[in-house]
């Protein structure tokens, strides 16, 4: 791997302190995979290294997608037809379709067709610099089908430049062979998959779906208890919908994230800061089930809660690829700032995900880079369907 530095560039660090971390006319070096320094003031040291001129583009971290459910079957293009006809996403589902309609199609997919048709949903997310991508189970609902969408989403990452983390959710939604007796499904299934899951290396974090289509707290809490048996991270799909006290247990459990959270309410917000849990907004699934209730932006930003953006790729709820179009709608639908919007995107990402090796430019952490051919940071979120990317530099490579 070449060492070397870039220079002649605007670079947005995304520092603990919070802000852009803009450094004007700055050089970052990369050493090994990693950055060496950043500033503007180069050291002696880089002098005779090999320099590439960036022409005053922004640098900033590479991005982050903490949300995903980019291994699946099928697609849902006739329930979205549905939708616009009258019926409602809980409606969809409680007719047995939404979730368990893609559980018939992934059920029946392999290994290999499951890699095949994810593979272009995560080349999207990387063509708009994308260094990591979490990959959710939760398509199955039994065993074999569990474990193997888990291992396709391993498998992304030894196809592709790009670091997955995964989250199993097998307490996603009780299957039709379960319908009426979720906590049979979680005895009998969940959670013995999950300790399988876990015992194969398959398991960064479990989540699971917390609404009243689907678990209630009481059963969310079994399954994490069984995660903290095994000293795995939760996150918690929380507040969607409707308000059945989700985001509170994903605080209680310390989670790493409450995603969604619509109807997460102030004293929700006091709790996510106390157990420094990220709010991970998806306004991809607001926006597709034309929601109208907001989450509690101004709560969280009082309480100081890291906020997170992601695409919640998903064939039902969010069939969307493109982190840049987050950032939009965050700012858009949620009135994010374009500065919460790329913190969003990269260190409360990463900070959603557990990772605290990437997320930020500053020396020591992974020289993952998204380099931009535009002038401020805001242009990322104030552009629409349009990918200013110039280059991704993943792991010190590109
Ligand atoms: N919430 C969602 O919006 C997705 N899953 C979840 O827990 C929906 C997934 C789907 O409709 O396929
Ligand atoms: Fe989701």
């Given at each position: 791997m070449t060492n070397r530095i870039l220079t002649g560039a605007k670079i947005a660090t995304m520092p603990t302190a919070g802000g852009y971390g803009l450094i004007d006319q700055g050089a970052v070096a990369i050493r090994d995979g990693l950055v060496d320094w950043v500033g503007t003031d180069m050291p002696a040291e880089y002098s005779n290294w090999p320099n590439e001129d960036m022409a005053g583009r922004l640098i900033t971290p590479a991005l982050i997608d903490c949300h995903t459910h980019l291994v699946f079957g099928g697609n849902r293009a006739r329930e979205f037809e549905m939708r616009l006809n009258g019926a409602t996403y809980e409606e969809v589902a409680r007719a047995g379709g939404g979730i368990v309609s893609t559980v018939t199609a992934t059920r029946t997919a392999s290994e290999d067709n499951l890699i095949e048709a994810a593979l272009p949903r995560l080349d999207a997310l990387i063509t708009e610099g994308v260094s990591v991508v979490e990959v959710k189970s939760g398509y199955g609902l039994d065993a074999d089908t569990e474990l193997r969408m888990l291992r396709a989403a391993r498998a992304l990452g030894t196809l592709r430049d790009v670091r997955i983390k995964t989250s199993f959710l097998g307490a996603h939604a009780v299957p039709p062979e379960y319908a009426g007796r979720p906590d049979a499904y979680i005895d009998e299934v969940c959670l013995p998959t999950l300790q399988a899951a876990h015992a194969e290396g398959l398991v960064d974090a479990v989540d699971g779906f917390c609404e009243g289509i689907a678990f209630d707290t009481t059963q969310i809490a079994r399954v994490f208890d069984a995660a903290t048996a095994l000293g795995l991270p939760v996150k918690l799909h929380a507040?969607?919908?409707?308000?059945?006290?989700g985001t509170a247990l994903a605080a209680q459990y310390g989670a790493l994230s409450a995603d969604h959270i619509e109807y997460a309410n102030a004293a929700d917000a006091h709790a996510l800061a106390k157990a420094e849990t990220v709010a991970v907004l998806l306004p991809g699934a607001f926006y597709t089930l034309h929601e109208t209730q907001m989450p509690p932006v101004a709560a969280l930003r009082d309480q100081g809660v890291p906020i997170a953006l992601a695409t919640d790729c998903n064939p039902g709820s969010s069939p969307l690829a493109s982190l840049l179009l987050v950032m939009n709608m965050g700012c858009t639908l949620f009135r994010l700032t374009p500065l919460e919007a790329l913190a969003g995107v990269t260190c409360h990402a990463a900070q959603a995900l557990g990772l605290t090796d990437t997320g930020r430019i500053a020396p020591g952490l992974r020289a993952d880079l998204a380099i931009w051919d535009?002038?401020?940071?805001a242009e990322l979120a104030y552009r629409i369907g349009f990918n200013s990317l110039h280059r991704r530099i993943f792991g010190g490579k590109g």
């Open positions: 507040e969607q919908l409707s308000h059945i006290g535009v002038a401020e940071p």
